[in-house]
Every structure is written in structure tokens, then in C-alpha cells.
């Protein structure tokens, strides 16, 4: 941004020299010029061009009226800031009817001197056009912010800077300078405001708004906006733009389909409650957030989605259950059962829906792949509701219930929690709080805030990596397939979300090097689209941002730390390989059935791997025994493709699991010709819908 140009007019050496040291001191103002009389005054004024001129009428020698009448016929761009020893009304009418923009008192504070100057700058900053081309409406709200730049700008309260310049106005007409008319006019034209010094930053409005907030909090109203404050930000501008393409065209599709759903139901259209989004992109390593929207249009609604509200994540939570477990000792392949029994709760017993899945075991990579709600309520009651809390904690969720359905997200968290909390994991269990800002200096270069940087471990590297390694597979193959789809080919790792009645839509993911969180959704909530899940939704606003945002970056896989072994385990059991783990009869959706190995190498902490052989299709099997009550004696059940995790587009989140499924970390089995077998399509898929936990809203959605 260029400075802004100023020449200083005064015949007093030492106020003069005070006044060109504080504003070149300022780090946003230079002073082209400076003149002691009032010839040299016009004649420096018509050379240099100023933006500004700070002319002291009260000094003889300037003979300060006649000055400011020349300034102003003769540079009709430039603004006049006058200086006076004297305030009485009709000393300010003189100044008025002379061409002046604004004045001050001599003896008013360097801030406030300094505000004065940017204001009348602003004849470009707040309507993007030149002095010379202002309205009268334009001109008498600049110059009624003279007074008090912090308190009457528009850009921080708009009613008061109208309300002030009704007051100019007025002024205006009871000194004869304009008609009332004139001032009835302009009394009436809207303020349309345009940041016009700012032309190379066309966005990151919500960026901005929060980088603002943060600075009010820290140094307070008055600091803030009479300016000299030098800040640095996180924002990487590429990544902004893109991120705010995303959300926008991402809005567009939605709002089409919606439109078309409408056309059939005749609905009404609520235009005060439109559709929102938020997205969120941070670096993981250090927190530095790279890019921030809060909405769909900063200029319709300055609230900030990704900072302010707070809703339920759904199954986007799902992960702190299972880095709890982990770091409790549980592993990928170790296997949560019971879950077709009822969780006994304070109100009674509860069966969490899970509409794809009905099988009484799962592993924790599946149940987290697959987005099981059973395996995660059961897990909660594991590991413990109070541990689980504790650990959102320490990743930065800063407030959650502990109530059984926390396991299906019936906490609330803003986007920026959740997506700071995610990067723990892609920063291999390091937490860095998510900053804006990286330093404040003063005018004179004074540093006077620096961003701590410095991570926390939350949890440790096995941890972060396991998780990371089983969120892999919901990118891959699971309810975030279509990010896949779409073209993001990196490394990379997340979790959908998508809350009860179809309300809310996320979607937290990272690679290595970035995380990104968004969310989809109404202010007032309403269901976004009848089964409307987050892959559907959320996943594929992720992608587009992904997809720009590390266009030409090197596919770096995650780290693997030391401490962990592979292992060969059986894809249901998670124990060692038996003779029959090769080869397993497998039926899908359709009722087809294949034989395929469930081999698969997993990851274990070193010390902790399995010791015992599956037991599942080593002979005795539990379920050749339950499949012997149907007259099946030569060999194991089948097992459906949700189960053992079969890639493809089958991605539907029920009211909170998911039916999409990936590939572990090596599948070491290929699968044999289908063939039609309808009767255990049927039996191992689940008709019934449990009731929600008692004293719950129903929080099941992925």
C-alpha cells in the first residue's frame, strides 16, 4: 500500500518538526514537504501533490483562511486537515466555508493527530475514489470522523458516522455553505463503503475482521484504530483466494440442487436465512492459519462461522474417542464387541443407530472407517467419558458434555477448534494454538506482541500416526471417497461429519504439511438437503480447496515413528493369521458373493503386537457355529464388504455412521469371481432403527 503523501505547514520550527517526525514515524505516512508561509505553502502544494495538507491557520504568517481557500481551488484531490488554537463555532464555520475537510485542535494527542490524517486519507480508503470525485454525502461523513476517528469511522459503527454526519451537514447549513436542500440530499444517499487503498487485497474480508478483533482484544479500541501499529499476519494469499473459490462455487452447487428439490415441493424460499459455509487452513507444524472464510459473503454477514459458532460436530468427533483409546494401548486391529448390546445409561439402556452395520464386532479401524456409532459409544464407555474429555481438552476443544452420546458428537465446537485439534494429529501429536498473528510492532519498530509458537504434546507420535494411518482410510475409500474422485491425489487423512436432520455438513482433513476444516450449514438451522451427508457435501468444498491450495507440492508421505512394528493380522479378528484367514466368503450389497483373503498388515506399538491365532477361520469358529444353524457346516459365514472394507462409492453416513470403507495399509488377499447369494445380503443387513440415548437429541450422523 503507498503511504500517504503529506505536506506540513506551520511557521512555528519546533511544532513543525514535531509534527514531520511523527508522521514519518508512523510507518504509514511520509512528508513530501514542508513550508513555514502561506506562498510556499500553495506553491509546495501544487509540486509535490500531497494527499493531505496539515496547515496551522492560527500562525500569522500562513494567513491560514486564504491558504486553505487556495489549497482547495487549486488541488481539488488533496484534503485539508486545519490546526487551531481556537474551537468556537463561528471560527469553524470560517473554516468550513473555506474548503477545509476537517480540523483539530493543536494540542490534541499524536494519536489522535495521526487518526486525522488517515482519515481524510481515506477519501479513497473508505469509498474507493479520489477526493475531488466525493459526493457531498461522502464528504461530511469523512469530516465528521475527524473528531473522533475510533469512535466515528463506519467500518466500526455505521449509525454513529450517519448520525455524525447529519450533525456536519447541519453545520453546513446553518454556516451558508450549502442549501438545505443539499444537505437533505445528502443526508439521504446510502453509504456504499470501498476500501479503495486496499485494491490488492480483494480477499480475506473475514480474515481481516478476525486479525481486528484479535488486535482490539489485546490493545483495545482506542490503540487499534488511531493506527501506528504494524502487524504481521499468517495469511498466505493464494491459499486465501482459493479457499473463498471454494466455498463460493461450493454454495452455488448446493443452493442449484436445492433449488431444484424446490421446484418439485413447491417450498418457500427463506432468503434471510441463507445457506453458509465456513472453511478453515492451517499449518500444522506451527498453527499459523493460511486462509480463513467465515461465510458466504463478508459484506452480507460480517459473523464469522469458522471462529464464532459453535454446533455439533457429529462423527467429526469420533477421532478423540479413538486417540484415547490408542493412547491407552488399543491398537487399530484390536476389536470392540457387545456392540449388539444395549449401553446402559443414568435414562435407561441405549442402542445407537447404525444402519449399515449389524455385526456384534467390529476392529477400531473399521468401526472408524465404516463410522460405526455402536463401536464408538461402546469405545467411549471403554476408555471412559472423562478421559475422552480430557483429551479434547488438551487438543484444543475447548468445552464438551460428558454424556454418553459425546462419542456421536453432541458436543458443540467451532471450526477452528476442530481443525486446530486435527492438526495435533498431522503435526505428529504436537498442539499448536491457532494464530493470526505473528508480531505487533509500534510505529518506531518496537516489538509489542510476538506469537508463541511453541507446541504442546498432546499425544505421542504412535498415537498420532495409528490414528492418522485409520483416518487415511476415510479419504481413500471411505465417506470421503470423493475427494479421491475429484482429483486430490496427496497423502492424506480426515473425518466427515454429518449431524441429525442433515443440519450440519464437515469435513476435517490434512496431509503432512496443511489442515483444512470446513462446515456447511444455516445460521437458523433447517436440513441442508434430505440425505446429505458430509462426503456428499462438505468432502467435495475440501477438495477444491486441496486441490488449489497445494497445487505442485511433493507427495511426502506421514512420518513413521520409531516405536512401531507390522504385522500380518486378520482383517476381522486382528489376531495372527489362521489357515482359513486366506480365503473368506465375502457378499456384497447386491448380494453377490467373492472369496477373498482378509490378510492385511497393520501397526502395532512395539511390545504390544497380537499373540494369538484368529480364531474366526482357524476350525472352531464362532461364526461356522452361528452359521451352522442355518445348515452352513463346511466353513465360515460370510461377511459383507462394509465389514471387511472394500474401496468403492458406497459412502452414505447414515444418521451418523458411515457405509464407505478403504483398504487398510496392505491388503494382501485379491478377490475371487461373485456370485449371486441374496440370503446373507439380507441377513447381515440391519432393518432396525434404535432409539437416540435418553435425555439426547439425536446426534447420529457421521
Known amino acids: ?21 511523527l508522521l514519518n514515524g508512523s510507518g504509514d505516512c511520509q512528508v513530501v514537504a514542508q513550508a513555514a508561509d502561506g506562498i510556499t505553502t500553495v506553491d509546495l502544494a501544487l509540486k509535490t501533490q500531497p494527499d493531505v495538507v496539515v496547515v496551522d491557520i492560527s500562525m500569522p504568517k500562513l494567513n491560514g483562511i486564504e491558504v486553505v481557500r487556495r489549497l482547495t481551488k487549486e488541488l481539488e484531490s ?72 475510533s469512535a466515528y469511522a463506519p467500518t ?93 462455487s461450493s454454495i452455488t452447487e448446493i443452493e442449484a440442487r436445492r433449488a431444484a428439490r424446490r421446484k418439485k415441493s413447491d417450498a418457500p424460499v427463506d432468503e434471510k436465512n441463507p445457506l453458509q459455509a465456513a472453511l478453515l487452513a492451517m499449518d500444522p507444524d506451527n498453527g499459523e492459519i493460511r486462509a480463513l472464510v467465515g461465510g458466504r459473503s463478508f459484506g452480507g454477514s460480517r459473523f ?7 454446533r455439533q460436530p457429529g462423527s467429526a468427533f469420533k477421532p478423540f474417542v479413538y486417540a484415547t483409546a490408542l493412547e491407552q494401548g488399543w491398537a487399530p486391529a484390536s476389536v470392540v464387541d457387545h456392540l449388539d448390546e444395549p449401553i446402559a445409561t443414568l435414562q435407561g439402556d441405549w442402542m445407537p443407530e447404525d444402519e449399515h452395520l449389524d455385526t456384534p464386532e467390529l476392529t477400531l479401524r473399521s468401526a472408524l472407517r465404516t463410522s460405526s456409532n455402536r463401536a464408538a459409544a461402546r469405545l467411549l464407555q471403554e476408555v471412559g467419558i472423562s478421559k475422552t474429555v480430557a ?77 492418522t494411518s485409520m483416518l487415511s482410510d476415510v479419504v481413500n475409500a471411505g465417506t470421503a471417497w470423493k475427494a479421491r474422485q475429484m482429483g486430490f491425489m496427496l497423502p492424506a487423512a480426515g473425518k466427515t461429519g454429518t449431524t441429525n436432520d442433515y443440519v450440519d455438513a464437515w469435513f476435517a482433513g490434512y496431509t503432512p504439511h496443511l489442515v483444512a476444516g470446513v462446515w456447511l450449514g444455516f445460521d437458523q438451522p433447517q436440513t441442508i438437503l434430505p440425505g446429505g451427508y458430509a462426503g456428499d457435501l462438505a468432502v467435495p468444498m475440501w477438495a477444491k480447496f486441496m486441490k488449489a491450495a497445494t497445487a505442485g507440492a511433493k507427495a511426502d508421505a506421514f512420518s513413521l515413528p520409531k516405536g512401531l ?74 461377511v459383507t464388504t462394509a465389514v471387511i472394507g472394500v474401496p468403492g462409492p458406497t459412502t452414505a453416513e447414515p444418521p451418523q455412521p458411515a457405509v464407505a470403507v478403504a483398504a487398510p495399509p496392505t491388503d494382501d488377499g485379491a478377490g475371487k469371481p461373485a456370485k449371486k447369494r441374496g440370503f446373507w445380503s439380507r441377513f447381515f443387513k440391519g432393518k432396525d432403527k434404535p432409539k437416540s440415548a435418553p435425555g439426547q437429541s439425536d446426534p447420529n450422523q457421521p
Not at 473554516?95 to 475537510?101: I, S
Not at 488438551?394 to 486435527?422: F, I, K, M, N
Open 156 to 248: 466500526v459503527n455505521l449509525d454513529r458516522a450517519i448520525n455524525r454526519r447529519a450533525l456536519v451537514l447541519q453545520a453546513m447549513v446553518d454556516a451558508g455553505a450549502i442549501t438545505a436542500g443539499a444537505a437533505a440530499a445528502a443526508k439521504a444517499e446510502p453509504v456504499v463503503l470501498k476500501d479503495g487503498l486496499n485494491r490488492d487485497e480483494e480477499h480475506g474480508g473475514y480474515f481481516r475482521e478476525e486479525v481486528r478483533r484479535v488486535l482490539v482484544g489485546k490493545f483495545g479500541t482506542s490503540r487499534v484504530y488511531e493506527g501506528g501499529l504494524r502487524v504481521f499476519t499468517t495469511i498466505d494469499p493464494v491459499m486465501q483466494a482459493a479457499a473463498e473459490a471454494a466455498v463460493a
Open 565 to 638: 512394528v507390522a504385522v500380518q493380522v486378520c482383517r476381522l479378528s486382528g489376531k495372527l493369521p489362521a489357515s482359513g484367514c486366506s480365503d473368506v466368503e465375502v457378499v456384497n450389497d447386491a448380494g453377490e458373493t467373492s472369496r477373498r483373503s482378509m490378510l492385511y498388515t497393520d501397526y502395532f506399538v512395539r511390545g504390544q503386537e497380537p499373540t494369538e491365532i484368529c480364531p474366526l477361520h482357524g476350525g472352531g469358529s464362532l461364526l461356522n457355529k452361528f452359521a451352522s444353524i442355518f445348515g452352513h457346516h463346511d466353513g465360515p459365514a460370510p
Open 304 to 310: 464469522d462461522r469458522a471462529t464464532q459458532a459453535r
Open 78 to 149: 488533496t484534503r485539508i486537515l486545519v490546526l487551531t488554537m481556537h474551537a468556537e463555532e463561528e471560527y469553524v464555520m470560517h473554516v468550513v466555508r473555506a474548503g477545509a475537510a476537517g480540523f483539530l485542535l493543536k494540542d490534541s494527542a499524536s494519536a489522535e493527530m495521526l487518526a486525522a490524517v488517515r482519515a481524510l486519507a481515506s477519501g479513497r480508503g473508505y469509498f474507493g475514489t479520489h477526493a475531488s470525485e466525493l459526493t457531498l454525502g461522502q464528504a461530511s461523513l469523512l469530516a465528521g470522523l475527524v473528531k473522533s476517528p
Open 391 to 467: 483429551s479434547a481438552k488438551r487438543l484444543g476443544v475447548a468445552s464438551v458434555p460428558s454424556v454418553p452420546s459425546l462419542a456421536l458428537g453432541s458436543g458443540e465446537v467451532t471450526l477452528q477448534e476442530l481443525t486446530g485439534a486435527y492438526a495435533a494429529f498431522a503435526s505428529e501429536g504436537v498442539y499448536h494454538a491457532p494464530l493470526l498473528i505473528r508480531r505487533v510492532e509500534d510505529a518506531d519498530g518496537t516489538v509489542l506482541f510476538e506469537a508463541d509458537e511453541t507446541g504442546v504434546r498432546v499425544v505421542s507420535e504412535q498415537t498420532a500416526f495409528l490414528l
Open 1 to 21: 500500500m503507498k503511504p500517504i503523501r503529506v505536506l506540513v505547514a506551520d511557521d512555528h520550527t519546533i511544532v513543525r518538526d514535531g509534527l514531520v517526525a
